[in-house]
């Protein structure tokens, strides 16, 4: 595959994944984020991967989903059935939908449906899906790559405080469970160099 095929995202991947996006509800008041989000769907659908996330049809949630849907490609939908009107209904592409029990369940379907993990910005909700997935590479239940997906250097401040907290020694491991990208290309080519060797 060519250098610029993959900027583009026109170029299938060797090897489909079900990537799982986790991102704000809520569009924040940035309007780069808002493209980013649309651009990191597109990409994900235009390589051929599934996009998986949290069913969301407003804010970042939406902006990722309609670039994959857009672009043609497979999405599954995670949410509590409670969370159906508010956040899915309004707006939401077609995909598969999953309705969970609560937030764990949900959380749990996700991490137990994905090959890898990128996050946006975001707020309480996107906070907890990483942190549960970081957890749990710490503890070594998974090796499954997370890629923060930087925006005005939003997940800077976030690795500035784990990195706080790692020399402070309330963690022992080396290094964080979990790597910045600054682009799409660049967060896609993390995720799928690290699944597929
Ligand atoms: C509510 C519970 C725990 C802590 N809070 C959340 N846990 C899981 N998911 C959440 C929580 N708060 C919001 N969400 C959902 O995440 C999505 C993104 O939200 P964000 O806040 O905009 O990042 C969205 O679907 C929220 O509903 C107890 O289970």
């Known amino acids: 595959m060519s250098a610029s095929s993959f900027d583009t995202g026109e170029a299938r991947a060797s090897k489909r994944l079900a990537i799982c996006v986790f991102c704000g509800v809520e569009s924040g008041q940035d309007a780069g984020t808002q493209r980013l989000a649309g651009e990191l769907g597109a990409h994900i659908a235009g390589r051929g991967h599934l996009l998986v996330y949290g069913a969301g ?42 309705l969970t029990r ?52 939003f997940w800077e401040q976030f690795r500035d405080l784990i990195s706080a907290i790692h020399n402070r020694g309330f963690v022992v491991a080396d290094t964080p469970p979990f790597e910045l990208a600054y682009t799409v290309q660049e967060a896609m080519r993390m995720v799928e160099d690290k699944v597929t060797t």
């Not at 749990?108 to 309480?124: N, V, W």
């Open 102 to 153: 609560d937030h764990t369940d949900r959380k749990l379907r996700m991490m137990a449906s994905a090959d890898a993990f990128i996050a946006l910005p975001g707020g309480y909700g996107t906070l907890d899906g990483i942190l549960e997935v970081a957890t749990r590479a710490q503890l070594g239940l998974h090796r499954k790559p997370l890629v923060l997906l930087d925006s005005g250097g």
């Open 57 to 98: 049809g407003s804010g970042l949630m939406g902006a990722v989903a309609r670039g994959a849907s857009r672009s043609g490609g497979p999405i599954m939908g995670v949410l509590p059935a409670f969370l159906h009107e508010r956040e899915h209904a309004a707006g939401a592409p077609v995909q598969t939908l999953m």
